[in-house]
Each structure stands twice: as structure tokens, then as C-alpha cells.
């Protein structure tokens, strides 16, 4: 066919200069959605972004034949400016080309978190974070001031940074004032990992419009990206020569240390380094490093947040999740926090349906000219996959708006067997698929679900004031990622034969 009998996805006008940009809105899952319906596109949606061409896929279909079928024409990220400057220049680990060094790097690095979560090796690490945050929300329950009612949103976050923290940089057994370096680094840590997020989900003018990069310059956020990034690299430069340090010491005290992510990165340059021209530099190790906390701890907050949210909105679930699991804990308390519970697992699922952390997954850029479901779509596309939009299509799922973990369990109309995290439903796709797939799924998975078997199975949870349930705020803060607008607030109750449980412990 000739150019010109081309058949392009449908588009919403556009103005001059900025052409859709206007129409993105703060929050673009939402605003995408209602922009592909109202102009006849369910699967495939054009659009021009500034300079730059787009397309938004939004059903299970679009998603399917632009992770499968053609993923191999979608599996490189587009350009941004600031994760170039926040990543060491190797933005190319995450967010670019189809070189050989990263498919080498990227394969490593999925195989030891995958390899990590699925041994299990890093569950007493969860489990110690997790004690911890009972334990803060135990004190914070019981103290006198603010009538029992805990900041939920802010225990999430110091948990799953502090997960992340202990799994990637190690800090097994501590002494009291190294806990207390643990605990300022942690909050470093966060601070940085804030700011990459508000740099990454900010709007960056060269990024829409790449003749006009220069403004960038003027407008200062590649100064604030170059400041961060140099705190990322202090930061980590001690971590990585501790690291260094304590190898050279054979492990000073013959102890077997839990061996950590920075552990393993190490050992694999000193493995790699032979291999023909590829070397796992120091620079590369400290990007990946920063990638694995950018990635691994707002994600898993925010599942977290939006499951305690949906459950306390659902009391019914909420009540269901806690007999199951307060009846497997009761015999045995050591085996009932890991062995899994299928309600638990179908809770998850549920709450990743209607809230994915990054409801448009993480831009793809198109390599070369596609047919797509019929539509041409031209190299240097930038690719949006609507997951959000997905995980609510009508087609799909029945009453796709509603929190029903019961649809994911064997019997109901999607069996937990059959939809599963793997890539494989298109219409379930929260940690992307393909070859660009998250290759921290099982960790994050695992994370989350610890977490949340001890909130519900230890507390009873409440709305402060008596608030009926059905009046908890649902809105999402605006970005790419989504997490609660306002901080999840709620009276926690310990219960009872748990408390003295604790107590003996
Ligand atoms: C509930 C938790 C999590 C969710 C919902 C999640 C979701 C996602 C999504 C949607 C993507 C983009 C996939 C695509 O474009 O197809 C992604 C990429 C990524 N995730 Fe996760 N993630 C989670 C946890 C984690 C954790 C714990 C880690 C690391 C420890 C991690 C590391 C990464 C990395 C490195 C990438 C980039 C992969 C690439 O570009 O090739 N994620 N994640």
C-alpha cells in the first residue's frame, strides 16, 4: 500500500505547537480514557504530544498486540532528559536502546531480584520491617494523643523503603548506633528517591518538544536534575566501598551475612569483567542500584495503600481477608505468615486491577514502521499502554468499577488460575509484559502481600470520627505514578489474644 492509503488510528484534534498536549490532564489514565471513547478509538488513540507522536493503547486487545505481538518493535524506552542525567548517563538499563550491554545488564539484574524473592532468601528481611511496622503502629495506636488514629500512608512508605533499603544495601544484624546511620541513610534515601519522582513525573520542555531542549536550561531542571544526582552518587559511592570493604575482609567475623543486592552486583563484575568488551562498571552498578529503589518503593507503597483503602471501603472483604487469615494464624503463628492465602493473594489482585501504581506503565518508544491491528504506526512513536483503562474494560471484566477480590478466586467469572501476573491476560497487565515486563514482580508481590497479612490479621480498622465507610477519600494524587491525594488515615485496634502473643515475643 502506498503511503498515502495508510490507515492511521483515530485522533482527537490538536492545537498548533502543542497539539494534545492540553488534553493530557493531571491525571492521564483518566483523561486518555475518556479521550479514546469519545473519539471512537477503544483499542489504538493517536496522538501528537508537543513534537512528538503518540499512541495510547486501551483495551486487552491493544495491549496484547503491542506486548505480543509486536513486542519486539516496542521494547525500547523513549529519551528523557533528566532520567539521562539522573542515571548515570545509562539510561539505556531502563529507558532506552536495544544495545547488547543492556540486554546483558537488564538480564542479570532480573534474574537476581526474580532469584532472590523466589528463594525466599530475602524474607527475613521483610519479616524484620514488618515487625517493625506493627510495632510503630502498635506505639502509635496506644499513645494518648490523636485518639488511636495512625498516619497509614507514611507506616507504608518507611516500610517499603525501609524493604527496599535493607534488600538492596544490606544491614542484617546492627548495633544500636549503626541502626541509627541505617535509619538517616533510610531517610536520605527517600528524599532522593522523592525528588527522582517529582524530576521523572515533571514536565520536562525538551522532552515534547526536543528543538526546544535548550529551554530545559533556562527553566532549571537540569540543574535540579545534575544536584540530585550528585547526592545519589555520594550515597551510593559509600554504600558500594562499604560493600567493597567488607569482601576484602573476607567477611571479618566468619558470619554468614545476608548477602545483598549490592553483594551480588559486586561479585558478578568481578565474574563479568573477562566477557568480550562488556564490563559491569561502577558507574552501571550505582545506576542499577538507583533504579531498583526508584522502582521498588513507591510502587509497593502504593499497592499497599490502595488495598488497606479498598478494604476498609469494603467491609465485607476486609472482615473475610481477617477470618482467613486469623484462622490459619491461631494453630500456628510462625507458619500462618507465609504460608499463602488464596483471598489474600485475590486481594492484591483486585486492588492492582483498579490501581496500578503506574497506570500507563512506563513509555515505550516504537523502533520501526508497525502495523498494528490494522493502523500504521510509525517508527519514533511514543507508546502508552493504559493499564489502568485495561484493568476497567467493560468487555473484560463485570462491573469493572467494583472492588470484588472474589472475581480472581476458581468458580467466579475470572478463576485465580486463569488470570495470573505473568504477562499472559491481557487484561490484567499491572507490571507491564513482554520483553519490558517488571522484573520486580515477585519481590514487590511479596512485599506487599507480608505487609498486609500482618495489618489485617493484627488490627481491626476504623475511619476516624465513626465515618461510614463508603466516605473514604478514592481520589489520586496527580502524576504517573498514583498514590493517594490525601494520606490514608484510620484508627487502628490491636486485638486481642495477638497482643499478648506480642508480648511473650
Ligand atoms: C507492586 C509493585 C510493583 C509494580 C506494580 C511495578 C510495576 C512496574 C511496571 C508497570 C513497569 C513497566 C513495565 C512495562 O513498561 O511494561 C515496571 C518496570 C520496572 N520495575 Fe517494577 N513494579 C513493582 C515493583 C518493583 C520492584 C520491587 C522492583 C525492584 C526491586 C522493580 C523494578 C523495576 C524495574 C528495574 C523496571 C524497568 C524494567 C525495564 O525497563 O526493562 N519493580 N514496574
Known amino acids: 500500500a502506498g503511503r498515502n492509503t495508510r490507515r492511521l488510528p483515530p485522533s482527537p484534534r490538536g492545537l498548533p505547537l502543542i497539539g494534545n498536549l492540553h488534553q493530557v490532564g493531571a491525571l492521564p489514565h483518566r483523561a486518555l480514557r475518556a479521550l479514546a471513547a469519545a473519539h471512537g478509538a477503544p483499542d489504538l488513540l493517536r496522538l501528537r504530544l508537543g513534537q512528538v507522536p503518540a499512541l495510547v493503547a486501551s483495551s486487552p486487545a491493544a495491549a496484547a498486540a503491542l506486548m505480543r505481538e509486536h513486542d519486539g518493535a516496542f521494547a525500547t524506552r523513549p529519551y528523557f532528559r533528566t532520567a539521562e542525567i539522573l542515571t548515570y548517563g545509562f539510561q539505556d538499563l531502563v529507558f532506552a536502546p536495544h544495545g547488547e550491554h543492556w540486554r546483558h545488564v537488564r538480564r542479570l539484574c532480573t534474574a537476581h531480584v526474580l532469584s532472590a524473592a523466589r528463594s525466599h532468601r530475602l524474607n527475613p528481611v521483610r519479616e524484620r520491617e514488618v515487625a517493625a511496622l506493627v510495632l510503630a503502629i502498635r506505639e502509635r495506636a496506644s499513645s494518648s494523643g490523636g485518639g488511636g488514629v495512625v498516619d497509614v500512608s507514611k507506616a507504608l512508605y518507611g516500610y517499603a523503603n525501609g524493604v527496599i533499603c535493607r534488600a538492596v544495601s544490606g544491614g542484617g544484624r546492627l548495633s544500636s548506633r549503626e541502626r541509627e546511620e541505617e535509619v538517616r541513610r533510610s531517610e536520605l534515601f527517600r528524599e532522593l528517591i522523592e525528588e527522582n519522582t517529582a524530576l521523572l513525573g515533571g514536565f520536562c520542555v525538551g522532552d515534547y518538544f526536543p528543538s526546544l531542549a535548550w529551554a530545559d536550561a533556562l527553566s532549571g531542571a537540569g540543574a535540579r536534575a545534575w544536584r540530585n544526582f550528585r547526592r545519589w552518587d555520594e550515597l551510593l559511592e559509600k554504600v558500594v566501598r562499604e560493600h567493597e570493604a567488607r569482601r576484602r575482609g573476607g567477611g571479618g567475623d566468619g558470619e554468614q551475612e545476608e548477602e545483598d543486592f549490592v553483594d551480588v552486583l559486586l561479585a558478578l563484575q568481578a565474574t563479568e569483567k573477562r566477557d568480550d568488551g562488556f564490563e559491569l562498571t561502577r558507574d552501571a552498578i550505582k545506576s542499577l542500584l538507583e533504579d531498583m529503589f526508584a522502582a521498588g518503593t513507591e510502587t509497593s507503597f502504593i499497592a499497599l495503600e490502595w488495598a488497606m483503602s479498598e478494604l476498609v471501603r469494603n467491609p465485607a472483604a476486609m472482615q473475610k481477608l481477617q477470618r482467613e487469615l486469623r484462622r490459619r494464624a491461631a494453630p500456628a503463628d510462625a507458619a500462618g505468615a507465609t504460608t499463602p492465602s488464596t483471598y489474600l493473594r485475590a486481594v492484591v489482585k483486585e486492588t492492582l486491577r483498579l490501581h496500578p501504581p503506574v497506570p500507563l506503565l512506563l513509555p515505550r518508544e516504537c523502533m520501526r514502521d508497525t502495523t498494528v491491528l490494522g493502523f500504521h504506526v510509525a517508527r519514533g512513536t511514543r507508546v502508552f499502554v493504559n493499564a489502568w483503562a485495561v484493568g476497567r474494560d467493560p468487555a473484560s471484566w463485570s462491573a469493572p468499577e467494583e472492588f470484588r477480590p472474589e472475581r480472581f478466586l476458581a468458580g467466579e467469572d475470572i478463576s485465580e488460575e486463569e488470570v495470573d501476573f505473568l504477562g499472559a491476560h491481557f487484561q490484567f497487565v499491572p507490571f507491564g509484559a513482554g520483553r519490558r515486563v517488571c522484573p520486580g514482580m515477585q519481590f514487590g508481590l511479596a512485599t506487599v502481600e507480608l505487609a498486609l497479612a500482618s495489618l489485617v490479621r493484627l488490627f481491626d480498622w ?44
Open 462 to 505: 476504623e475511619l476516624p470520627g465513626g465515618a461510614a465507610p463508603g466516605e473514604l477519600d478514592m481520589e489520586e494524587a496527580p502524576g504517573l505514578t498514583t498514590p493517594r491525594r490525601v494520606p490514608l488515615r484510620l484508627v487502628a485496634k490491636p486485638i486481642g489474644w495477638e497482643w499478648e502473643e506480642g508480648k511473650q515475643a
